[in-house]
């Protein structure tokens, strides 16, 4: 190996390694899936990220899948943030009827809790079911290892 490839290599880490990861900096924290309960053929996903509980607007994103096959259900994902000044506020809902969807839902000031609910929609019915909810808490967080 020439001395210039040694040189170029350890050169190109120095300035790599010096860099934030780009998923690692943009992503926030992963909390992972919540999912809906199982339906007669299948269930809502969500895999979640979170931004930390000291922003002054909280964010709750990452990608929506449908795991239904009835052709009438799709998946559905809403945030209900408790605010740190008191009272409780719901997201828009996100949702999605093919494979999987980006999301993105944010309060409107620093909250103490968000509930992430996942569930089936029904289009025909305009109506949600088979839901579970995530509560999500800085205690939780703050015991996980960095």
């Not at 992963?30 to 607007?57: E, R």
């Not at 509930?115 to 995530?134: N, P, Q």
Request: glycine share 10%.
């Amino acid at each position: 190996m020439r001395k210039t490839h040694v040189i170029g290599a350890a050169l190109a880490f120095v300035i790599v390694a010096g860099l934030p990861a780009p998923a690692q900096a943009a992503a926030g924290i992963h909390w992972g899936p919540v999912a809906s309960a199982k339906g007669h053929s299948g269930q809502a996903k969500a895999d979640v990220w979170i931004t930390g509980f000291s922003a002054q607007t909280f964010v709750v994103r990452g990608r929506l899948y449908d795991r239904d096959a009835h052709p009438g259900h799709c998946a559905y994902v809403r945030a209900r943030f408790h605010y740190a000044g008191g009272g409780t506020g719901w997201s828009r809902p996100g949702t999605t009827c093919s494979a999987r969807k980006s999301f993105r839902l944010s309060s409107d000031g620093e909250i103490k809790r968000v509930d992430v609910r996942v569930c089936l929609y029904d289009r025909g019915a305009r109506k949600t079911f088979k839901c579970h909810a995530d509560a999500i808490k800085p205690e939780i967080i703050a015991n996980w290892p960095q």
